[in-house]
């Protein structure tokens, strides 16, 4: 079987923010809310997206928990147009993100920006158009 991924899981260190973020801030809907963990249905056709105390989710992966800068990882959410970039990055930014990359042109001819969520998760919002 191929592998697919249906959920995305972020350790976060204060879930009650975080939950506040994604849903009130950014529209998510919540699917599952238990202590220590939440699940978050994105638009339609996305993954879905957990959000999971960060302690226990490197208990959970038997991982150590400290560390932080560059993750290694960013979340990308691709829009229809320049406008849809700019909105979602103004959205973010009221909701408690820090835009750490301004939208701008791009030599590849799209436009995008990043923002970081209150655990500092990466999040690269883009068009082609």
């Known amino acids: 079987m191929p592998l ?3 959920t995305v ?5 204060d ?9 009130e801030g950014l529209g998510a809907r919540l699917d599952q ?3 220590g963990f939440v699940r978050c249905a994105l638009g339609p056709d996305s993954s879905m997206l957990a959000l999971y105390e960060w302690e226990a989710a490197a208990q959970d992966a038997g991982v150590p928990s400290e560390g932080s800068g560059f993750r290694g990882v960013s979340l990308h959410f691709v829009t229809d147009s320049r406008d849809e970039v700019d909105e979602t990055l103004r959205a973010a930014q009221a909701a408690g993100a820090t835009v750490v990359k301004a939208a ?3 030599e590849w001819g799209g ?5 970081s969520d209150p655990d500092g998760h990466l999040w690269k919002i883009a068009t082609t158009a």
């Open 4 to 6: 697919q991924m249906n």
């Open 104 to 106: 701008a042109a791009s």
């Open 15 to 23: 879930l009650d923010r975080a939950k506040k973020f994604y849903v």
């Open 111 to 115: 436009y995008f920006g990043y923002f």
């Open 9 to 13: 899981m972020l350790g976060v260190e």
């Open 33 to 35: 809310d238990f202590p």
